[in-house]
């Protein structure tokens, strides 16, 4: 019956393939226009697709729904660095859907500069057709995502927590939290590790109060929230005309969920005030076999940290278009004595590990939260020959 299943589907999607094979170059998204009726999609899930863009370019997709929005990324198999959604990519109830991609810079009405942006439809549960095209092109490409996940990847759920609080004159709380947990074909033990870090990482990074140490599980977080926003409101030190509405949401995107490895990155948006919102990101990594939560040390030789700086620092130079013997103060950055140190925040992808700096980490504001990628050519003889990583090496 498996196999009759797979033969039907892969016909399925085979026939509005072969007709966009006619023209690689497609100058309107008709292609999938024509494709089958409204697919029922749940309103919150997590796919890892596998496929193409132009037939050529191999890709792999990691997205998240939550009702109408859509978060996550994908990557290219020849460079294996995540390119992020904007946060304006959406899902319409038909299946439709609209994924940004973010650039990292904002225009002037503060909306997400494109990169480029995928324009398609689920044709079944298990599949996405469209186009890709970047901006202003002149042409877009068709491509196809197929849901898989193949042996050292796991299937996962999305759960959902949220709270509103109106206080009726105007001024409103919003906490909300989108956690992935593990799901399908992992031992309990395992899963409940896994599923267990993902909860307690949001939490630990819940500070503002100064209560998180008392709290358990999503639930409790949210009642503290909401209970430090009717404290904040009824302040009568505080003058009405200067009190704002709060908003909190927590997330979590995948960025690599192959290997063996699965790679989180936890998003935390937070605005209580003040001239501008806060967010932060966390980098998570985990070993699939054992459930354990994946440090440097476990992929490096001992005595790695120096040799590893100097290497993030070329890296990281490199991408921003500065000099080796080059400041970075000169730069803008605010380093302790003007010497570059990779943290701690990092997740494994297919041909790299990537660094990530928080807010005012390295930098003022205006830096947001800079990045390094730093290829695993660049660590080859860094890399414990019995560890995760060996594998990426040839």
Request: hydrophobic fraction near 35%; aromatic fraction near 14%; include cysteine.
């Given at each position: 019956m498996?196999?009759?299943?797979?033969f039907l589907f892969?016909?399925?999607?085979t026939?509005?393939v072969?007709s966009?094979?006619?023209?690689h170059?497609l100058k309107t998204?008709?292609s999938?226009?024509?494709?089958?009726?409204?697919?029922?999609?749940?309103?919150y899930f997590y796919k890892?697709?596998e496929?193409?863009?132009?037939n050529?370019?191999?890709i792999?997709?990691?997205?998240?729904r939550?009702?109408?929005?859509l978060?996550?990324?994908y990557y290219?198999?020849?460079t294996g660095i995540?390119?992020f959604?904007?946060?304006?990519?959406?899902?319409e109830?038909d299946g439709?859907i609209?994924i940004?991609e973010?650039?990292?810079q904002?225009?002037s009405s503060?909306?997400?500069?494109l990169?480029?942006e995928?324009?398609?439809k689920?044709v079944?549960e298990?599949?996405?057709?469209?186009?890709w095209?970047?901006?202003?092109?002149?042409?877009a490409?068709?491509?196809t995502?197929?849901?898989k996940?193949p042996?050292g990847?796991v299937n996962?759920e999305v759960?959902?927590y949220?709270?509103?609080?109106?206080?009726?004159?105007?001024k409103t709380?919003n906490?909300?939290?989108?956690?992935i947990q593990?799901d399908?074909?992992?031992?309990?033990?395992?899963k409940?590790?896994?599923?267990?870090?993902?909860?307690?990482?949001?939490i630990k990074i819940?500070?503002?109060?100064g209560?998180?140490?008392?709290?358990?599980n999503?639930?409790?977080?949210?009642d503290d929230?909401?209970n430090?926003?009717k404290e904040y409101i009824?302040d009568?030190?505080?003058a009405p005309?200067?009190?704002?509405?709060?908003?909190s949401?927590?997330?979590t995107?995948?960025?690599f969920n192959?290997?063996n490895?699965l790679?989180?990155?936890n998003?935390?948006?937070?605005?209580?005030?003040?001239a501008?919102?806060l967010?932060?990101?966390?980098?998570a990594?985990?070993?699939l076999?054992?459930?354990?939560?994946?440090?440097l040390?476990d992929?490096f030789?001992?005595?790695?940290r120096?040799?590893?700086?100097?290497?993030g620092e070329?890296?990281f130079k490199e991408a921003?278009?500065i000099k080796?013997?080059e400041?970075?103060?000169?730069?803008?950055?605010?380093?302790?004595k003007?010497?570059?140190h990779l943290?701690?925040?990092f997740s494994i992808?297919?041909?790299?590990?990537i660094?990530?700096?928080n807010?005012?980490e390295?930098?003022?504001?205006?830096?947001?939260?800079?990045e390094?990628?730093i290829?695993?050519?660049?660590?080859?003889y860094l890399?414990?020959?019995?560890?995760?990583?060996?594998?990426?090496?040839?």
């Amino acid at each position: 019956m498996k196999n009759i299943f797979l033969f039907l589907f892969i016909v399925l999607i085979t026939i509005p393939v072969y007709s966009l094979k006619k023209n690689h170059e497609l100058k309107t998204d008709s292609s999938y226009s024509a494709q089958p009726g409204n697919i029922n999609l749940p309103k919150y899930f997590y796919k890892r697709l596998e496929g193409s863009i132009n037939n050529n370019l191999n890709i792999v997709m990691n997205i998240i729904r939550c009702d109408t929005l859509l978060y996550g990324d994908y990557y290219c198999e020849t460079t294996g660095i995540p390119v992020f959604f904007t946060f304006n990519s959406k899902i319409e109830t038909d299946g439709s859907i609209f994924i940004g991609e973010d650039s990292g810079q904002m225009d002037s009405s503060y909306m997400p500069v494109l990169k480029g942006e995928f324009k398609g439809k689920f044709v079944s549960e298990h599949a996405i057709m469209g186009t890709w095209q970047k901006p202003n092109a002149p042409a877009a490409y068709y491509f196809t995502l197929i849901e898989k996940y193949p042996a050292g990847s796991v299937n996962l759920e999305v759960k959902e927590y949220g709270r509103d609080y109106d206080n009726g004159n105007g001024k409103t709380a919003n906490i909300n939290f989108n956690l992935i947990q593990t799901d399908i074909g992992l031992d309990k033990i395992i899963k409940d590790s896994i599923n267990y870090d993902v909860i307690h990482s949001f939490i630990k990074i819940y500070k503002p109060g100064g209560n998180e140490s008392g709290l358990i599980n999503p639930d409790e977080v949210i009642d503290d929230y909401i209970n430090r926003y009717k404290e904040y409101i009824n302040d009568t030190t505080i003058a009405p005309e200067y009190k704002q509405s709060w908003e909190s949401a927590y997330k979590t995107s995948v960025l690599f969920n192959s290997n063996n490895i699965l790679a989180t990155e936890n998003t935390e948006f937070l605005f209580e005030g003040g001239a501008h919102p806060l967010t932060y990101y966390i980098y998570a990594n985990y070993n699939l076999s054992s459930g354990r939560k994946v440090i440097l040390d476990d992929l490096f030789k001992p005595n790695y940290r120096a040799t590893l700086d100097k290497i993030g620092e070329r890296k990281f130079k490199e991408a921003r278009k500065i000099k080796l013997n080059e400041s970075l103060k000169t730069n803008g950055y605010l380093l302790e004595k003007d010497e570059f140190h990779l943290n701690t925040n990092f997740s494994i992808s297919k041909l790299g590990l990537i660094f990530r700096f928080n807010e005012y980490e390295i930098g003022p504001y205006v830096l947001g939260a800079p990045e390094v990628f730093i290829p695993y050519s660049d660590l080859r003889y860094l890399i414990k020959p019995d560890g995760l990583l060996a594998q990426f090496i040839k």
